[in-house]
Protein backbone atom coordinates (compact mmCIF):
# COMPACT_ATOMS: atom_id res chain seq x y z
CA UNK A 1 0.00 0.00 0.00
CA UNK A 2 1.57 3.20 -1.03
CA UNK A 3 1.57 6.13 2.26
CA UNK A 4 3.67 8.33 3.94
CA UNK A 5 4.86 6.67 7.71
CA UNK A 6 5.60 8.55 10.67
CA UNK A 7 6.86 7.55 14.25
CA UNK A 8 5.97 7.62 16.77
CA UNK A 9 2.59 8.62 16.67
CA UNK A 10 2.18 10.14 19.92
CA UNK A 11 4.80 11.42 22.37
CA UNK A 12 5.72 13.24 25.75
CA UNK A 13 8.71 14.49 26.19
CA UNK A 14 10.67 17.24 28.43
CA UNK A 15 12.52 20.09 27.82
CA UNK A 16 16.02 19.74 26.25
CA UNK A 17 15.74 16.25 25.48
CA UNK A 18 16.42 15.72 21.62
CA UNK A 19 14.32 13.22 19.92
CA UNK A 20 13.37 12.49 16.16
CA UNK A 21 10.53 11.99 14.73
CA UNK A 22 11.11 9.69 11.65
CA UNK A 23 9.44 9.99 8.22
CA UNK A 24 9.43 7.03 5.36
CA UNK A 25 7.46 7.00 2.07
CA UNK A 26 7.47 3.93 -0.20
CA UNK A 27 6.05 5.47 -3.50
CA UNK A 28 9.32 6.87 -4.67
CA UNK A 29 8.48 10.34 -4.33
CA UNK A 30 10.84 13.17 -4.77
CA UNK A 31 9.59 15.83 -2.50
CA UNK A 32 8.98 15.75 1.14
CA UNK A 33 7.79 18.53 3.63
CA UNK A 34 7.11 18.22 7.19
CA UNK A 35 4.35 20.32 8.77
CA UNK A 36 3.12 21.59 12.31
CA UNK A 37 -0.91 22.14 12.65
CA UNK A 38 -1.47 24.39 15.82
CA UNK A 39 -5.02 25.43 16.50
CA UNK A 40 -6.18 28.38 14.50
CA UNK A 41 -2.89 28.61 12.96
CA UNK A 42 -3.28 26.09 10.08
CA UNK A 43 -0.06 23.81 8.89
CA UNK A 44 3.18 25.45 8.73
CA UNK A 45 6.01 24.53 6.69
CA UNK A 46 8.99 23.05 8.44
CA UNK A 47 10.94 22.13 6.43
CA UNK A 48 11.19 20.91 2.51
CA UNK A 49 13.26 18.52 0.30
CA UNK A 50 13.14 18.51 -3.51
CA UNK A 51 15.21 15.35 -3.58
CA UNK A 52 18.57 13.22 -1.78
CA UNK A 53 20.55 15.57 -0.03
CA UNK A 54 18.32 19.10 -1.23
CA UNK A 55 16.87 20.34 1.87
CA UNK A 56 15.54 24.04 2.77
CA UNK A 57 13.50 25.78 5.47
CA UNK A 58 10.17 26.57 5.04
CA UNK A 59 8.08 29.30 7.45
CA UNK A 60 8.90 28.11 10.63
CA UNK A 61 11.89 26.22 10.87
CA UNK A 62 13.26 27.42 13.70
CA UNK A 63 14.75 25.17 16.61
CA UNK A 64 14.67 21.93 13.88
CA UNK A 65 16.61 20.16 11.38
CA UNK A 66 15.97 17.61 8.48
CA UNK A 67 18.46 15.60 6.52
CA UNK A 68 17.48 13.42 3.31
CA UNK A 69 20.24 11.36 2.71
CA UNK A 70 17.57 8.77 1.25
CA UNK A 71 14.91 9.58 -1.35
CA UNK A 72 12.29 7.49 1.19
CA UNK A 73 12.99 8.89 4.31
CA UNK A 74 13.11 12.46 5.59
CA UNK A 75 13.86 12.64 9.80
CA UNK A 76 13.03 15.83 11.79
CA UNK A 77 14.76 16.41 14.32
CA UNK A 78 14.04 18.50 17.42
CA UNK A 79 17.82 18.88 19.42
CA UNK A 80 16.40 21.05 22.16
CA UNK A 81 12.76 20.57 22.28
CA UNK A 82 10.77 23.39 23.76
CA UNK A 83 7.18 24.07 25.23
CA UNK A 84 6.28 26.00 21.97
CA UNK A 85 7.20 23.06 19.79
CA UNK A 86 4.26 21.25 21.47
CA UNK A 87 2.18 20.67 18.20
CA UNK A 88 0.44 18.00 15.54
CA UNK A 89 3.10 17.18 12.96
CA UNK A 90 2.79 16.32 9.73
CA UNK A 91 5.04 14.95 6.89
CA UNK A 92 3.68 14.75 3.45
CA UNK A 93 5.25 13.98 0.14
CA UNK A 94 4.65 14.14 -3.86
CA UNK A 95 6.08 13.20 -6.68
CA UNK A 96 7.41 16.30 -7.67
CA UNK A 97 6.40 20.04 -6.38
CA UNK A 98 5.06 20.96 -9.66
CA UNK A 99 1.89 19.97 -12.14
CA UNK A 100 -0.79 18.66 -10.50
CA UNK A 101 1.09 16.43 -8.02
CA UNK A 102 -0.33 16.26 -5.08
CA UNK A 103 0.35 15.55 -1.17
CA UNK A 104 0.07 12.29 0.35
CA UNK A 105 0.45 13.17 4.03
CA UNK A 106 1.52 10.82 6.95
CA UNK A 107 -1.38 9.91 9.35
CA UNK A 108 0.32 12.72 12.67
CA UNK A 109 3.03 12.71 15.03
CA UNK A 110 1.17 14.46 18.14
CA UNK A 111 4.25 16.10 20.06
CA UNK A 112 3.55 17.51 23.76
CA UNK A 113 7.01 19.19 25.28
CA UNK A 114 6.25 19.76 29.42
CA UNK B 1 4.90 36.25 0.63
CA UNK B 2 1.60 34.84 0.12
CA UNK B 3 -1.41 35.46 2.06
CA UNK B 4 -4.65 33.24 1.92
CA UNK B 5 -7.72 33.74 3.01
CA UNK B 6 -10.74 31.14 3.95
CA UNK B 7 -13.82 31.82 6.25
CA UNK B 8 -12.65 30.49 9.71
CA UNK B 9 -15.98 28.39 10.63
CA UNK B 10 -19.30 27.59 8.18
CA UNK B 11 -22.41 25.62 9.11
CA UNK B 12 -25.02 24.11 7.02
CA UNK B 13 -27.86 21.57 7.06
CA UNK B 14 -27.39 18.05 5.68
CA UNK B 15 -28.71 17.79 2.19
CA UNK B 16 -28.23 21.25 1.58
CA UNK B 17 -25.24 23.14 -0.92
CA UNK B 18 -22.02 25.21 0.79
CA UNK B 19 -19.77 27.11 -0.89
CA UNK B 20 -16.19 28.10 1.08
CA UNK B 21 -14.69 30.62 -0.36
CA UNK B 22 -10.95 31.16 -0.87
CA UNK B 23 -8.99 34.39 -1.57
CA UNK B 24 -5.16 34.43 -2.45
CA UNK B 25 -2.39 37.01 -2.74
CA UNK B 26 0.70 35.58 -4.11
CA UNK B 27 3.89 35.67 -6.40
CA UNK B 28 2.98 33.54 -9.35
CA UNK B 29 0.47 31.17 -9.56
CA UNK B 30 1.15 27.65 -10.20
CA UNK B 31 -2.06 26.03 -8.98
CA UNK B 32 -4.49 25.69 -6.07
CA UNK B 33 -5.36 22.75 -4.24
CA UNK B 34 -8.64 21.93 -1.80
CA UNK B 35 -7.71 19.35 0.91
CA UNK B 36 -9.82 17.75 3.25
CA UNK B 37 -9.02 17.16 6.76
CA UNK B 38 -11.59 15.54 9.57
CA UNK B 39 -10.60 16.04 13.25
CA UNK B 40 -7.33 14.04 14.49
CA UNK B 41 -6.82 12.52 10.91
CA UNK B 42 -4.36 13.67 7.96
CA UNK B 43 -5.34 16.13 5.20
CA UNK B 44 -6.61 14.26 1.96
CA UNK B 45 -6.28 15.72 -1.56
CA UNK B 46 -10.09 16.92 -3.31
CA UNK B 47 -9.34 19.38 -6.00
CA UNK B 48 -6.86 20.91 -8.33
CA UNK B 49 -7.02 24.06 -10.19
CA UNK B 50 -4.69 25.88 -12.48
CA UNK B 51 -6.82 27.11 -15.16
CA UNK B 52 -9.94 29.10 -14.67
CA UNK B 53 -13.19 27.84 -14.21
CA UNK B 54 -15.05 24.71 -12.96
CA UNK B 55 -13.90 21.43 -12.47
CA UNK B 56 -16.47 18.71 -11.12
CA UNK B 57 -16.03 15.68 -9.51
CA UNK B 58 -19.01 13.90 -7.59
CA UNK B 59 -21.04 16.38 -5.31
CA UNK B 60 -17.84 18.28 -4.88
CA UNK B 61 -16.48 21.17 -7.77
CA UNK B 62 -13.82 23.60 -7.38
CA UNK B 63 -13.70 27.19 -9.21
CA UNK B 64 -10.76 29.21 -10.02
CA UNK B 65 -10.14 32.90 -10.98
CA UNK B 66 -7.24 33.87 -11.19
CA UNK B 67 -7.33 37.33 -12.14
CA UNK B 68 -9.34 37.69 -8.92
CA UNK B 69 -7.31 35.61 -6.93
CA UNK B 70 -10.55 33.75 -5.71
CA UNK B 71 -11.51 30.13 -5.45
CA UNK B 72 -14.32 28.12 -4.01
CA UNK B 73 -15.06 24.61 -3.04
CA UNK B 74 -18.93 24.10 -3.44
CA UNK B 75 -20.41 20.78 -1.86
CA UNK B 76 -23.69 19.36 -2.95
CA UNK B 77 -26.00 17.57 -0.92
CA UNK B 78 -24.48 17.05 2.56
CA UNK B 79 -23.62 14.49 4.74
CA UNK B 80 -22.89 14.36 7.95
CA UNK B 81 -19.42 12.87 7.11
CA UNK B 82 -18.92 15.81 5.29
CA UNK B 83 -18.30 17.89 8.73
CA UNK B 84 -14.23 18.27 8.93
CA UNK B 85 -11.84 21.28 8.00
CA UNK B 86 -11.70 22.00 4.51
CA UNK B 87 -7.75 23.60 3.68
CA UNK B 88 -6.55 25.83 0.64
CA UNK B 89 -3.66 24.99 -0.50
CA UNK B 90 -1.70 27.40 -2.92
CA UNK B 91 1.28 27.42 -5.24
CA UNK B 92 3.47 30.14 -6.08
CA UNK B 93 6.03 31.36 -8.20
CA UNK B 94 8.27 28.82 -5.97
CA UNK B 95 6.06 25.88 -6.72
CA UNK B 96 5.99 25.05 -2.50
CA UNK B 97 2.77 24.65 -1.70
CA UNK B 98 1.59 27.34 1.13
CA UNK B 99 -1.69 26.41 3.26
CA UNK B 100 -4.62 28.72 4.56
CA UNK B 101 -6.04 28.14 7.83
CA UNK B 102 -8.67 26.01 6.98
CA UNK B 103 -12.20 26.42 7.17
CA UNK B 104 -14.36 24.12 9.82
CA UNK B 105 -17.20 23.26 8.78
CA UNK B 106 -20.46 21.74 10.41
CA UNK B 107 -22.88 19.74 8.91
CA UNK B 108 -26.03 19.37 11.11
CA UNK B 109 -28.93 17.40 10.52
Known amino acids: ?114 | GQNIDQPTEMTATEGAIVQINCTYQTSGFNGLFWYQQHAGEAPTFLSYNVLDGLEEKGRFSSFLSRSKGYSYLLLKELQMKDSASYLCAVRGGSYIPTFGRGTSLIVHP
Open chain 1, 1 to 114: EAQVTQNPRYLITVTGKKLTVTCSQNMNHEYMSWYRQDPGLGLRQIYYSMNVEVTDKGDVPEGYKVSRKEKRNFPLILESPSPNQTSLYFCASSWSSSGANVLTFGAGSRLTVL
